[in-house]
């Protein structure tokens, strides 16, 4: 019997091409989340204040950030997207403004892994569905 390993993930930047920050002294926490989009849903519009990474189980999620620190997408010029599907990996933009919605037919099913600082929320919301 053998063991078989993928990488499925290895970067020091996120999805849309921002450098990763460093991690900060303190106790360091990790949180495994398992997400399920059902098809037309959004996230609200939100950042991470700390490193995640993501891996699509099924389905498919495009997500969009932005450059506006106050978090507006009306500026198309300051807008990135993708578009993940099954078996993607990637990792997760900090500080910047995104969200995710389900542009497909069926649920998008993915686990969000964060390490960060004990006790520090993993996503902030600015409280507003795009």
């Known amino acids: ?5 993928k990488e499925v ?6 999805w849309s091409g921002t450098p990763l920050p460093g991690f900060n002294s303190g106790v360091t ?7 399920r989009i059902e098809p037309g849903a959004k996230t609200t519009v939100h950042v991470h204040p700390m490193n ?9 999620l495009t997500m969009f950030s932005t450059n506006d620190p106050m978090g507006s ?3 198309p010029t300051q807008v990135k997207s993708v578009t993940l599907k ?21 649920d998008a099913e993915f686990i969000l892994i ?9 996503t902030l919301s600015l409280g507003t569905k795009k």
């Open 114 to 122: 964060f390490a960060g600082q004990k006790d520090v929320p993993p």
């Open 52 to 60: 995640g990474a993501g891996y699509m189980i099924s389905g498919e």
């Open 73 to 75: 997408f009306d500026n």
């Open 29 to 35: 926490e990790f949180k495994i989340l398992h997400y």
């Open 9 to 14: 993930l290895k970067t020091t930047q996120s």
């Open 86 to 106: 099954k078996g993607d990996a990637w990792a997760e933009s900090v500080n910047i403004w995104h969200y995710g919605e389900n542009q497909g037919k069926t």
């Open 1 to 5: 019997m053998k063991v078989y390993i």
